[in-house]
C-alpha cells in the first residue's frame, strides 16, 4: 500500500488548502483513513479520519474548519482546510488502515503547510 500526499504550501491566515492522498488501490478496502499532523516540538495529532462507512470525526482544533472527504472513483482522500490560523502551520500526513481499532498501519509522506499571520 502507498499514501502519497499532495497539496501543501504557504498560505495566509484565513486562506484555504486542499489536501490530497493518493492511494495506489481502491480506497474502499480501507476500514478508515486519515490525517494526522506533526508541528515543530509539538506532539503528533490526529485531526480527521473518514470510516469506510463515511462517519467522519475531527479534532477539536480543527473542527467546524476542515473537512476530510474522499472520491472512489479517484482512489484519493481529501482535507480541505479553510479558516487558516498559523498553529495550523505542521507537517501533514495521510494514514490508512484495514482494521477498524488500533494505529494506522500505512503512513504517507508529509507534506507541508505553512500559515503566514
Known amino acids: 500500500v502507498q499514501l502519497q500526499a499532495s497539496g501543501g504550501g504557504l498560505v495566509q491566515a484565513g486562506g484555504s488548502l486542499r489536501l490530497s492522498c493518493a492511494a495506489s488501490r481502491s480506497i474502499l478496502e480501507f476500514a478508515r483513513m486519515g490525517w494526522y499532523r506533526q508541528a515543530p516540538g509539538k506532539q503528533r495529532e490526529l485531526v480527521a479520519f473518514?470510516?469506510?462507512?463515511?462517519?467522519?470525526k475531527y479534532s477539536d482544533s480543527v473542527k467546524g474548519r476542515f473537512t476530510i472527504s474522499g472520491d472512489n472513483a479517484k482512489d484519493t482522500m481529501y482535507l480541505q482546510m479553510n479558516s487558516l490560523k498559523p498553529e495550523d502551520t505542521a507537517d501533514y500526513f495521510c494514514?490508512?488502515?484495514?482494521?477498524?481499532?488500533?494505529?494506522?498501519?500505512?503512513w504517507g509522506l508529509g507534506t507541508l503547510v505553512t500559515v503566514s499571520s
Open positions: 494514514v490508512a488502515d484495514f482494521s477498524t481499532r488500533g494505529g494506522y498501519s500505512y
Open positions: 473518514i470510516t469506510s462507512g463515511g462517519v467522519t
